[in-house]
């Protein structure tokens, strides 16, 4: 389980605070030489030349979690790369993003609800993203396009939900994140806003008190989905942040995905599904890999997914069970596989 090593050695220069998120991003792990050194695993685990085109990105807070000398972990898995992303299986717009996009970095698939690629970056490179081959570079990141999007919400009487969204959206700083969300807030047919972040998790410090008074300030009920997807990934510094967010009077949901060597198995799930249970975080999706190309491996059969949730289902209160889906081009909602 989680383990604090002691003596950490800075891999970067530079002073270290961990109440600032800014300095944990960089601090963070960027070699997989480095991140395997730091654990005492063998480093041929990982594949250097599956990194030149997504590299390697992992915070402290989230290695800190890790159990030293395991190149099983489930965490260290999610993060590591691996000889078998150079497999040329797989599409590189696995979920059809790029033809949903109404508007740069804006994209709508379903009724009443876009989503909004508010920044590119990430605060951990997860091996199986769907997004791992997303033209991010072209994605809007400045107040001149965010004032486009802005008009194109005041425009769209349809739409009632915006989903903040990315990379992770709180990589956006506090400062041009709460002048958007209070541009948008304004808009009076908006009328729930939600974030889609790992942030969290990764870096509990993000949750920072001017991100939760904005929170606090909107008229919109605000949803957080965190993206977790073992019991590992939480300590005690995860749940505060969580507390905080709940404080903030925010519904906090939870989406995994279903991989294979890391959450692949009953156990696993059950305790996911149970830790957040117990604080509240109700676990919205369990979704089916995307068929992402680098990210195959870590696939799960439907059959074997669906025999893993109607357990899950036999055990738990149905608020803790997450709904099966996967995401298919062209459809109206995520698809419920059963
Ligand atoms: C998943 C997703 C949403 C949100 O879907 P819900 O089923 O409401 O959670 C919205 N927009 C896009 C483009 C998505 O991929
Ligand atoms: S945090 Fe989300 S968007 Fe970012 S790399 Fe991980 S899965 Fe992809």
């Known amino acids: 389980m989680a383990t604090i090593l002691p003596g950490n050695t800075l891999p970067v220069e530079g002073s270290f605070e961990p109440a600032d998120w800014r300095a944990s991003l960089r ?32 915070p402290r807070e989230f290695v800190q979690r890790m159990e030293p ?49 508010l920044s590119g970056a990430c605060a951990i490179h997860c091996r199986y993203c ?31 939900e915006v989903v903040f969204s990315g990379g992770d959206p709180l990589s956006v700083g506090d400062d041009r994140l709460s002048w958007f969300i209070q541009q948008v807030a304004e808009i009076s047919h908006i009328r729930r806003l939600r974030f889609h972040t790992r942030l969290p998790v990764v ?4 949750v920072t008190s001017e991100f939760t008074k904005l929170l606090e300030s909107v008229e919109q009920a605000v949803y957080v989905v965190l993206h977790i997807n073992h019991a ?7 749940w505060a942040a969580i507390r905080r967010l709940h404080r903030a009077g925010t519904q906090v949901l939870n989406q995994a995905v279903l991989l294979r060597g890391i959450n692949d198995n009953f156990e696993a799930l059950r305790e996911l599904c149970v830790q957040l249970a117990d604080r509240q975080v109700l676990p919205y999706y369990l979704h089916q890999l995307d068929p992402v ?42 698809t419920l596989i059963r």
């Open 130 to 160: 769907f997004r791992r081959n997303f033209p991010y570079d072209e994605a809007a990141k400045g107040r001149a396009e965010w004032q486009e999007w802005l008009e194109l919400l005041r425009c769209d009487s349809t739409i009632e």
């Open 69 to 117: 000398g395991n190149p099983r972990d489930p965490l260290l898995l999610q993060v590591v790369s691996q000889s078998a992303e150079l497999v040329d299986s797989g599409e590189l717009d696995p979920v059809g993003e790029l033809p949903a996009e109404r508007h740069k970095g804006l994209l709508q698939k379903y009724d009443h609800r876009v989503l909004l690629i």
């Open 27 to 58: 601090a963070a792990y960027r070699s997989s030489t480095d991140l395997c050194d730091f654990l005492g695993v063998d480093p041929k685990v990982a594949c250097p030349q599956a990194e030149s085109d997504f590299p390697i990105l992992a």
């Open 203 to 206: 870096i509990p410090s993000r």
């Open 293 to 334: 190309r680098g990210g195959m491996h870590f696939g799960v059969p439907d059959v074997e997914a669906i025999e893993l949730v109607a357990a899950l289902r036999a055990d738990l209160p149905g608020y803790a069970v997450p709904r099966l889906v996967r995401e298919l081009r062209g459809e109206a909602s995520k």
């Open 232 to 238: 590992q990934e939480l300590d005690e510094s995860v």
